[in-house]
């Protein structure tokens, strides 16, 4: 059974940095690609970035050249590093897996994942 498993959130400044982690555990960990979700109160779960399993990056446009994601494939966590943070940053972050192995395009959709973490809470205060 895959487990993944979020930290690092908290409360910070507008203008502040945070870097979430996600653990995963239950299966090999290279081969996957991965991804970083938000959802706001009220809102629908959006996409923030997505790693493949090469280590090729792709941003959603409100968090391009702010936002990184990395992976450590021997310590089988991603990473995302969240920089100029602003309130409207404020959300429960997730980590996300796909059931397929060696994804051929970048995962950008819910619905595309199989395997989600339990959520970390980001707030950005003005």
């Known amino acids: 059974q895959v487990q993944l498993v979020e930290s690092g959130g908290g409360l910070v400044q507008a203008g502040g940095s945070l870097r979430l982690s996600c653990a995963a555990s239950g299966r090999a960990f290279s081969m996957y690609s991965m991804g970083w979700f938000r959802q706001a109160p009220g809102k629908e779960r959006e996409f923030v970035a997505a790693?493949?399993?090469?280590?090729?990056?792709y941003y959603a446009d409100s968090v391009k050249g702010r936002f990184t994601i990395s992976r450590d494939n021997a310590e089988k966590t991603v990473y995302l590093q969240m920089n100029s943070l602003k309130p409207e940053d404020t959300a429960v972050y997730y980590c996300?897996?796909?059931?397929?192995?060696?994804?051929?395009?970048?995962?950008?959709?819910?619905?595309?994942?199989?395997?989600w973490g339990q959520g970390t809470q980001v707030t950005v205060s003005s």
């Open positions: 996300a897996a796909p059931l397929q192995r060696y994804s051929g395009s970048y995962l950008v959709k819910p619905d595309e994942y199989d395997y």
């Open positions: 790693i493949s399993w090469s280590g090729g990056t």
